[in-house]
Each structure stands twice: as structure tokens, then as C-alpha cells.
């Protein structure tokens, strides 16, 4: 079992910054690639940005310039360096990790969430 927990929320006015982390515990052989997605109110879940585990990361042509994901191995923690925030980023950001367990395939895993509001 693998658990993933995100720290990092709050409340931030607009232009202000946040930087969200995810930290993995359990019995795995590795992480593969790590992922943040968000859900604002009455929204679907999006996806915000990804990070292999060489550290190659993509972006939702949207956030591209403001948001920077990156990930420390050893740690087995995915970071998410929010700037520039703005009030339409307000949403519940979750986490996301590929995990390869010695003898079954690839598993998806989610975190609970973090909850960031912006404030105009």
C-alpha cells in the first residue's frame, strides 16, 4: 500500500505564491512518474503538470511559466512552485504517483488533496 499526502494549501491573494508538496510512504519498488491535478468547485479534475522520474516535465498550456513542478527522489516527494497565482487557480490540487510494485503491474495512486484559494 502506498500513501501519498499533500501539504502546502491555504489562502493566498492574487499574485501571491504557494508551494505544494507530496510526500510517498509505503512498501513499493520505485515511484515512476509523479503528477499534480486540481479540481476547482463545479469543475472537473484537470491536469496540471507531470515529472518522470528522470525529471522531464510537462505542463498544461495554460499554467506554462507560472507553475514549476519538480521532485526529489530520495525523498519521494513532487513539489509544486505555484507564482503569479490567480483567482481562477483556487481549486483542490491533488497528487498523483505510477508506482511499480515488485509483482504486479504499474499502480495509480492519489492523494486526499490540498485546498488553495486565491483571493482577488
Known amino acids: 500500500q502506498v500513501q501519498l499526502v499533500e501539504s502546502g494549501g491555504g489562502l493566498v491573494q492574487a499574485g501571491g505564491s504557494l508551494r505544494l508538496s507530496c510526500a510517498a510512504s509505503?512498501?513499493?519498488?520505485?515511484?515512476?512518474?509523479m503528477a499534480w491535478y486540481r479540481q476547482a468547485p463545479g469543475k472537473e479534475r484537470e491536469l496540471v503538470a507531470t515529472i518522470t522520474r528522470g525529471g522531464s516535465a510537462t505542463y498544461a498550456d495554460s499554467l506554462k511559466g507560472r507553475f514549476t513542478i519538480s521532485r526529489e527522489n530520495p525523498k519521494k516527494t513532487v513539489y509544486l512552485q505555484m507564482n503569479s497565482l490567480k483567482p481562477e487557480d483556487t481549486a483542490v490540487y491533488y497528487c498523483n504517483a505510477i508506482v511499480q510494485h515488485l509483482a504486479v503491474a504499474s499502480v495509480h495512486y492519489w492523494g486526499k488533496g490540498t485546498l488553495v484559494t486565491v483571493s482577488s
Open positions: 509505503g512498501s513499493f519498488l520505485r515511484i515512476d512518474d
